[in-house]
């Protein structure tokens, strides 16, 4: 599982550098950039703090880890988008 998660958070870290290469050529819109970035970081934070997670599992029980975990990431991502979103239209001249 752990192995699981450290792909996850490659890829995650592929496809934030794709997108952010792909909106520096300005080939994305403000939503979509925002929602893509969003998710990517989110995948990313959540394989770190579930492979955490998993490492301490012993402490606590397994089910309660990951209702905090996956929690924590879906918080995370809504704060992520909408501070994105919010941010004003480049001009795509």
């Known amino acids: 599982m752990l192995t699981l998660l450290m792909i996850a958070g490659a ?3 592929v496809s934030a ?3 952010l290469w792909i909106h ?3 080939m994305l819109h403000q939503r979509i950039f925002a ?6 970081v989110t995948v990313i934070l959540f394989s770190l703090i579930a492979w955490a997670a998993a490492a301490i599992a ?14 924590l990431a879906v ?4 704060r992520l988008y ?4 919010a ?3 480049m001009d795509l001249r």
């Open 75 to 78: 918080l995370f991502a809504l």
């Open 11 to 13: 890829m995650s870290i």
């Open 82 to 85: 909408r501070e994105l979103r």
């Open 58 to 71: 012993a402490i606590a029980p397994l089910s309660l880890t990951w209702v905090f975990v996956g929690t």
């Open 24 to 26: 520096g050529r300005r």
């Open 35 to 40: 929602l893509l970035v969003s998710f990517a």
């Open 17 to 19: 550098t794709t997108v």
């Open 87 to 89: 941010l004003p239209e």
